[in-house]
């Protein structure tokens, strides 16, 4: 007994990760729909989260972390804009003008997009003729066709344990088929998977400069509260009430977001990634879309529509198309044990296409 529970503790901690990471969602979504506005919700996160993660970084990492630098802190305001700003801002706006549900379907081609980023700053090799090569490059394709068929084609209304009466409180773009707001929502969600995956190839970068992942974390944090602040001050600027909290998820929603999908999921995210790589971690990700779907249209009583459901299929199917031809890739590699100490491994050298999300993130 004791030897399983050892075997599977990193699959438990990734399915306590989905499941803490839907709950984000779905706190977010309504504390939104309760007139808490996404830019503060941003800034609230993110102090949260940097207060948390500040004593932990400051007693654990104190005998690895390296000087700062201004190189490296120019570095950290780079990619503190793309992760606070583009991913978590436009995600949560993109979330407002469609739905949970559709968020976590189309945060599911962020590996996708990564994949193309890549490719585009030549930090991951075109082997065209090689399997491995064409399936990453099929399963993008097939993401974003998937993305594109969420975004144009609704299809009839599903019936999934939802309430007539709840959907007066939801914004009238949420559940509005034929709405523009769709569209433009999807655009913006779009802008938040490119945010995240510039983020993480910048990240990947930085951390060889600076091995101190909880510092690097808190740092982002910090920068990204300053950030997000400045842009709701202006934002928010006639609507000072847009700061208010209460005592309901406009209060429970940033600090469980700050806490556990800033904190606790970047300790676990990285103790599972030691032990078994970043693949495994990305190929939890459809379980939260499942989990989010189903508490989505129980707790927030979205709509929920045919379109969607095989939409995120589709992105399902082009995201394990990219995960196995990276886990194929880097697998398929091997060098002779004199070089090992020589020189590091190819697939560490470049870039793993599969990310982790702090939110997820948003």
Same mark, same amino acid.
């Given at each position: 007994?004791?030897?399983?529970?050892?075997?599977? #503790?990193?699959?438990?901690?990734?399915?306590?990760?989905?499941?803490?990471?839907?709950?984000?969602?779905?706190?977010?979504?309504?504390?939104?729909?309760?007139?808490?506005?996404?830019?503060?919700?941003?800034?609230?996160? /993110?102090?949260?989260? *940097?207060?948390?993660?500040?004593? $932990?970084?400051?007693?654990?990492?104190?005998?690895?972390?390296?000087?700062?630098?201004?190189?490296?802190?120019?570095?950290?305001?780079?990619?503190?804009?793309?992760?606070?700003?583009?991913?978590?801002?436009?995600?949560?706006?993109?979330?407002?003008?469609?739905?949970?549900?559709?968020?976590?379907?189309?945060?599911?081609?962020?590996?996708?997009?990564? $994949?193309?980023?890549?490719?585009?700053?030549?930090?991951?090799?075109? #082997?065209?003729?090689?399997?491995?090569?064409?399936?990453?490059?099929?399963?993008?394709?097939?993401?974003?066709?998937?993305?594109?068929?969420?975004?144009?084609?609704?299809?009839?209304?599903? *019936?999934?344990?939802?309430?007539?009466?709840?959907?007066?409180?939801?914004?009238?773009?949420?559940?509005?088929?034929?709405? /523009?707001?769709?569209?433009?929502?999807?655009?913006?969600?779009?802008?938040?998977?490119?945010? $995240?995956?510039?983020?993480?190839?910048?990240?990947?970068?930085?951390?060889?400069?600076?091995?101190?992942?909880?510092?690097?974390?808190?740092?982002?944090?910090?920068?990204?509260?300053?950030?997000?602040?400045?842009?709701?001050?202006?934002?928010?600027?006639?609507?000072?009430?847009?700061?208010?909290?209460?005592?309901?998820?406009?209060?429970?929603?940033?600090?469980?977001?700050?806490?556990?999908?800033?904190?606790?999921?970047?300790?676990?995210?990285?103790?599972?990634?030691?032990?078994?790589?970043?693949?495994?971690?990305?190929?939890?990700?459809?379980?939260?879309?499942?989990?989010?779907?189903?508490?989505?249209?129980?707790?927030? *009583?979205?709509?929920?529509?045919?379109?969607?459901?095989?939409?995120?299929?589709?992105?399902?199917?082009?995201?394990?198309?990219?995960?196995?031809?990276?886990?194929?890739?880097?697998?398929?590699?091997?060098?002779?044990?004199?070089?090992?100490?020589?020189?590091?491994?190819?697939?560490?050298?470049?870039?793993?296409?599969?990310?982790?999300?702090?939110?997820? #993130?948003?």
């Amino acid at each position: 007994m004791r030897t399983w529970l050892r075997n599977a #503790k990193p699959y438990l901690l990734l399915l306590a990760v989905q499941f803490g990471s839907a709950g984000m969602f779905i706190f977010a979504m309504d504390a939104i729909k309760k007139g808490m506005s996404h830019y503060v919700f941003t800034v609230y996160r /993110n102090v949260i989260a *940097s207060v948390t993660l500040a004593p $932990f970084a400051f007693v654990l990492e104190r005998k690895v972390r390296p000087k700062m630098t201004v190189r490296i802190f120019s570095e950290i305001m780079v990619l503190a804009f793309f992760e606070i700003i583009l991913d978590q801002c436009f995600a949560l706006l993109g979330m407002k003008f469609t739905s949970a549900s559709f968020l976590s379907a189309v945060m599911n081609s962020a590996p996708s997009v990564t $994949f193309l980023l890549a490719v585009i700053l030549k930090l991951e090799h075109m #082997k065209i003729k090689e399997v491995t090569c064409q399936a990453k490059v099929i399963g993008t394709v097939i993401t974003f066709g998937g993305t594109l068929l969420m975004a144009i084609y609704k299809g009839p209304v599903l *019936s999934v344990m939802r309430s007539s009466a709840s959907h007066a409180g939801q914004p009238e773009n949420v559940t509005n088929p034929s709405g /523009n707001h769709w569209i433009i929502g999807t655009c913006f969600l779009l802008i938040g998977c490119a945010g $995240f995956s510039a983020f993480y190839i910048l990240q990947v970068i930085t951390l060889r400069k600076y091995p101190a992942e909880m510092s690097l974390a808190t740092w982002i944090c910090f920068v990204g509260a300053l950030q997000s602040s400045i842009v709701a001050v202006f934002v928010e600027r006639h609507h000072l009430h847009a700061w208010a909290l209460g005592w309901d998820t406009r209060l429970f929603a940033p600090a469980y977001a700050g806490i556990v999908s800033s904190g606790v999921q970047y300790y676990i995210q990285g103790v599972v990634i030691k032990l078994m790589g970043p693949v495994i971690v990305t190929a939890f990700n459809p379980l939260r879309m499942i989990i989010i779907t189903t508490l989505a249209c129980i707790v927030l *009583s979205e709509q929920l529509y045919l379109g969607s459901i095989i939409g995120a299929t589709v992105v399902v199917l082009g995201l394990y198309l990219v995960v196995w031809g990276k886990y194929k890739e880097c697998h398929g590699r091997s060098m002779p044990p004199s070089s090992a100490n020589d020189n590091p491994p190819e697939d560490q050298r470049q870039l793993p296409v599969t990310a982790t999300r702090n939110d997820n #993130k948003t």
